[in-house]
């Protein structure tokens, strides 16, 4: 059974520093996480490094980490930098 994380507003360099911690908690914390971005507002090349953070921390313990509810933003950055196929999860848009 997997556990969601919802992230909402912000996915920038100025939000980064917070949701690290958080972030990394719940990885740590949980075998599966799902996280949720379909009320992400905004996303930067820092949402990415810490999106590939946390995927990297969880297979380093043997977790899960899924990106799941995909916001526009999300998907524009990922097609801009060409790394949908990166993540390894399918884009799941939000209902």
């Known amino acids: 059974m997997s556990t969601p994380l919802r ?27 799902d ?9 930067d090349t820092a949402g990415v490094q810490l999106l590939l953070l946390a995927k990297r921390a969880a297979a380093a313990q043997g977790r899960t980490v899924r990106l799941v509810g995909h916001s526009t933003p999300v998907i524009d950055v990922f097609e ?8 390894g999860d399918p884009i799941v848009l939000p209902a």
Do not use: P
Not at 8 to 23: F, Q
Not at 35 to 43: G, I, K, N, T
């Open 7 to 33: 992230i909402e507003g912000e996915l920038t360099i100025y939000r980064a520093a917070e949701l690290k911690d958080t972030l990394l908690a719940a990885v740590a914390s949980h075998e599966t996480l």
């Open 35 to 43: 996280v949720d971005l379909s009320a992400v507002a905004e996303f």
């Open 80 to 87: 801009l930098l060409d790394l949908s196929h990166h993540f």
